[in-house]
């Protein structure tokens, strides 16, 4: 490998020879990878790396191999696990399974030796955030979820670094539901920036519009300028334990930087808190009147605020007096902040997909499901505090049921019944492999303008890559349910080759 390594020249390949030496050089990195976890395990049972001065086996395999301490002690474990499951070790040793793979696989038939199998044929077809989910969910069934929890809980941990190019990084570990969470509060303000894009003519991916949020919510909270106010995060809904009175003093002194910046009542939200500028709303009235009745104004202290508007006794920066010339909404005595525009897109929800039987009895096994599409799996004592305390709004479905899966209507967009199901059917997308889980669009694999009706089962959810690949290029997914292979139009298995698939389901008539 050496020697063609010193001789190999890119540029003298077709691009289809380069693309087979790439997927020949995947299986022969994974194919050594194993070879080198397997030795390092054998390795470490002997004293070299102590004589050498180490700290332990895997920093001297970091050191041997220009690794990272986390990946060598990654590795480690996994060639430890492999000298101890043959089968498995034998498809990592032929280069069938990546090392990533290979760490996952092993790592599942660790807690569960019956799943080594299902596993290894998972490997093959699903991608990699997949694999691990299902490598979660086995070891759930088989370990004590409330003391993997705790366990969590104890390395939780926020780090961050900077790289080679001076871009920072962070990495968050803890609990699912706290993550799930914090998804959940800047959905919203993703959502506004998304839309404010947009009518800029600017409009930003959902990766750095997520990023953009949490920096959003950090220069509100340090009393910088920022491209939405607090009282738009109220309107939001984001501060539901707020007093209302003090909420109204922040919204209030909001539309007052605004009127102090624009003048009349603007259009849009205004300056956010933060810029120039202190002091606390005043009491005033319309043009001609002390005060909104007529009576007299209401005495003030030295920083020039109303005490009883102001009972919290909270500064508000950015917020000065509000000028008489600045009109008051039809019959409101202060002024009150616009709410915004409608924004783009659907909401986030908090999925969480739970067996019953696994709720009633207090645990999954098997094959059950206690999870939250996307963050990973959860202990059934969550899901019951969550069902106590947070006042969800429950749906239930019975899977496998004719009546869901035959669910139909006259409408273009599937109902609250069907878009429940297609949430437990589908929290990635529909396409074997892809691990898409947020932006999945709702798509009829027959064409609603030839259908006119919406069923369930002819109902898929696709990622916006793979649904314009349909869309304009007329890929599909193969006949099927679930997570399936996705072909071009000339592929045998394209279901405009398959009869069975052509025709859909006719709809009920009004009489059944």
């Known amino acids: 490998m050496v020697g063609y390594a010193g001789r190999f020249d890119a540029q003298s390949l077709t691009p289809g020879q380069a693309g087979e030496v790439v997927r020949l050089c995947a299986r022969i990195e994974a194919s050594a990878a194993?070879?080198?976890?397997?030795?390092?395990?054998?390795?470490?049972?002997?004293?070299?790396?102590?004589?050498?001065?180490y700290r332990s086996a895997a920093d001297a395999l970091a050191h041997q191999s220009g690794m990272s301490p986390t990946s060598a002690r990654r590795a480690l474990e996994t060639g430890q696990r492999l000298s101890e499951q043959p089968e498995v070790a034998q498809q990592a040793l032929a280069g069938d399974l990546s090392m990533e793979q290979a760490a996952a696989v092993a790592e599942g038939v660790a807690a569960n030796p019956s799943a080594a199998r299902a596993l290894l044929a998972k490997a093959k077809s699903a991608s990699v955030p997949e694999l691990n989910t299902e490598v979660a969910r086995i070891k759930s069934a088989k370990d004590d979820e409330e003391v993997q929890r705790a366990e969590r809980h104890r390395?939780?941990?926020?780090?961050?670094?900077?790289?080679?190019?001076?871009?920072?990084?962070?990495?968050?570990?803890?609990?699912?539901?706290d993550v799930a969470r914090l998804w959940l509060m800047l959905d919203p303000i993703k959502r506004r920036l998304n839309a404010l894009g947009h009518q800029s003519g600017q409009p930003q991916p959902l990766a750095a519009l997520d990023y953009d949020a949490l920096v959003t919510l950090a220069q509100l909270a340090t009393g910088q300028n920022a491209a939405l106010s607090i009282s738009e995060l109220i309107e939001f809904g984001l501060f539901p334990g707020l007093d209302e009175e003090l909420a109204t003093i922040i919204a209030t002194s909001s539309v007052a930087a605004a009127c102090q910046s624009s003048g009349p009542y603007p259009d849009s939200a205004g300056p956010t808190v933060?810029?120039?500028?202190?002091?606390?709303?005043?009491?005033t009235g319309q043009p001609g009147s002390d005060t909104p009745d007529g009576s007299s104004p209401?005495?003030?202290?030295?920083?020039?605020?109303?005490?009883?508007?102001n009972p919290h006794g909270v500064e508000l920066s950015g917020a000065g007096p509000v000028d008489a010339s600045c009109p008051l909404p039809p019959g409101s005595g202060k002024p009150k902040p616009k709410r915004p525009k409608r924004l783009a897109g659907s909401p986030l929800k908090l999925i969480i997909r739970v067996d019953l039987a696994a709720l009633v009895r207090g645990w999954p096994v098997d094959d059950e499901v206690c999870d939250m599409p996307g963050f990973g799996t959860v202990p059934v004592s969550l899901i019951r505090q969550i069902m106590a305390t947070d006042s969800p709004?429950?749906?239930?479905?019975?899977?496998?049921?004719?009546?869901?899966?035959?669910?139909?209507?006259?409408?273009?967009?599937?109902?609250?019944?069907?878009?429940?199901?297609?949430?437990w059917m589908f929290p990635t997308c529909a396409v074997e492999g892809c691990p898409a889980t947020t932006g999945l669009e709702n798509d009829h694999r027959l064409d609603?303008?030839?259908?006119?009706?919406?069923?369930?089962?002819?109902?898929?959810?696709?990622?916006?890559?793979?649904?314009?690949?349909k869309t304009h290029h007329n890929w599909a997914l193969v006949p099927g349910k679930g997570p399936r292979l996705f072909v071009p139009p000339d592929d045998p298995r394209h279901p405009n080759r398959s009869s069975a698939f052509t025709s859909g389901p006719a709809p009920p008539t009004s009489g059944q």
Do not use: M
């Not at 194993?34 to 001065?53: P, T």
């Not at 390395?155 to 539901?177: I, V």
């Not at 202290?301 to 109303?306: E, H, M, N, P, V």
């Open 34 to 53: 194993s070879i080198k976890a397997l030795a390092a395990a054998r390795a470490a049972q002997g004293n070299d790396w102590k004589r050498e001065g």
């Open 155 to 177: 390395r939780r941990s926020l780090r961050h670094w900077t790289d080679r190019t001076g871009t920072c990084h962070a990495h968050l570990n803890g609990h699912p539901e």
């Open 274 to 283: 933060g810029e120039s500028g202190s002091g606390a709303p005043t009491a």
């Open 298 to 309: 209401v005495p003030t202290d030295r920083a020039g605020s109303s005490p009883s508007a």
């Open 393 to 423: 709004f429950l749906v239930g479905l019975i899977t496998q049921a004719e009546t869901v899966s035959l669910a139909y209507h006259h409408g273009r967009r599937p109902n609250a019944i069907q878009l429940s199901a297609l949430d």
């Open 448 to 469: 609603y303008r030839d259908t006119r009706v919406t069923t369930l089962d002819q109902l898929d959810r696709l990622c916006g890559h793979h649904h314009r690949l």
